[in-house]
């Protein structure tokens, strides 16, 4: 199995920047991608970035204010880079990886993101 743990996350005012950061172990074979997602109460949980291969994909919402980099040379870790948040960016994060050796995601516990106005 995969285990995913995220760091990073917290409050800060609205234009300010914090840096998610997501660790992986366990059988870390066959990754398909590894990606950010978000949640709100009441809403699906929606993709922020993915990487997957050698494509990198936002959500509208993102671009251009965030950016996912990943370990290439551990492969264990996926940060996501957040600038310019706005109170809307306020929600509980989560990291996701897929594998093919497993044919299943994983995903980590959260870490929440409160940006205030």
């Known amino acids: 199995q995969v285990q995913l743990v995220e760091s990073g996350g917290g409050l800060v005012q609205a234009g300010g920047s914090l840096r998610l950061s997501c660790a992986a172990s366990?059988?870390?074979?066959?990754?398909?991608?590894v990606g950010w997602y978000r949640q709100v109460p009441g809403n699906e949980r929606e993709l922020v970035a993915r990487?997957?291969?050698?494509?990198?994909?936002y959500a509208d919402y993102v671009e251009g204010r965030f950016t996912i980099s990943r370990d290439s040379a551990k492969n264990t870790t996926v940060d996501l880079q957040m600038n310019s948040l706005k109170p809307e960016d306020t929600a509980v994060y989560y990291c996701?990886?897929?594998?093919?050796?497993?044919?299943?995601?994983?995903w980590g516990q959260g870490t929440q993101v409160t940006v205030s106005s």
């Open positions: 990487i997957s291969g050698g494509t990198t994909e």
């Open positions: 996701n990886l897929y594998s093919w050796y497993f044919g299943s995601s994983f």
């Open positions: 366990g059988r870390t074979v066959g990754i398909h991608s």
